[in-house]
């Protein structure tokens, strides 16, 4: 079975922190997914990457960065943490062919105050 | 207009019944997902389809290209059941993204 692992379950950050959340995939998936999920708006694509150090923007990327150095594993940076990016973060991975399933971790609820 | 769109949005059941969840999307397609989220948060994938039905167990996915229509169906609902249901369609191409619906939560009631 595929495993894709994310570092938090729940964490809290104050106003202007870093933040680094990590996600680790065990079956070599070419393809790895951040999202965001919020009450109301469903699940929306924050960044994507399908190979090492490849990145490419989803429909939210303002405030937020990625870095893929190693297949396996796919970071989500924000520089300076605000309260308007309190959320349940995703991570997802799917191997890099046409119709292949997607695999989630298990979310990382993140509150800013 | 959102891309895909799900129906009803909320959805309670009496356990024993038959449940139908529906999924319209406005783009082209190479495959439909349907995702269930229990609460808590993780994501298990159900189904992947571009054509057809697929059946596991008492789920029973099916897609009509032609309509941009999709349905899952549950048979003989049961408590453990409740979840939010989730549609995504996959556009063509490698390396294609996925584009959500926002969810139907569904209560099965014992």
């Known amino acids: 079975d595929v495993k894709v692992t994310q570092s938090s379950r729940y964490l809290v950050k104050r106003t202007g922190e870093k933040v680094f959340l990590e996600c680790v995939q065990d079956?070599?998936?070419?393809?790895m997914f951040w999202y965001r999920q919020d009450p109301g708006l469903g699940l929306r694509l924050i960044y994507f990457?399908?190979?090492?150090?490849?990145?490419e923007k989803g429909d939210i990327p303002e405030g937020y960065s990625v870095s893929r150095e190693k297949k396996e594993r796919f970071s989500l940076i924000l520089e300076s943490a605000s309260t308007n990016q309190t959320s349940m973060y995703l991570c997802a991975s799917r191997r890099g062919q046409h119709n292949s399933p997607l695999h989630f971790g298990n979310g990382t609820r993140l509150t800013v105050t | 207009k959102n891309e895909v769109e799900q129906s009803p949005q909320n959805l309670t059941a009496q356990e024993g019944e038959f449940i139908t969840i529906n999924c319209s999307y406005s783009?082209?397609?190479?495959?439909l997902h349907w995702l269930q989220q229990h609460p808590g948060g993780g994501i298990v994938s159900l189904f992947m389809?571009?054509?057809g039905k697929k059946k596991h167990g008492r789920l029973i996915a099916t897609i009509n290209i032609q309509e941009k229509h999709s349905s899952l169906h549950i048979t003989a609902s049961h408590p453990r059941d409740s979840a939010v249901y989730i549609c995504a369609a996959q556009r063509p191409g490698a390396n294609s993204k996925l584009t959500f619906g926002k969810g139907i939560t569904l209560s099965v009631r014992p």
């Open positions: 389809l571009s054509s």
């Open positions: 990457s399908y190979d090492v150090k490849m990145k």
């Open positions: 783009v082209g397609i190479s495959a």
């Open positions: 079956m070599d998936h070419e393809n």
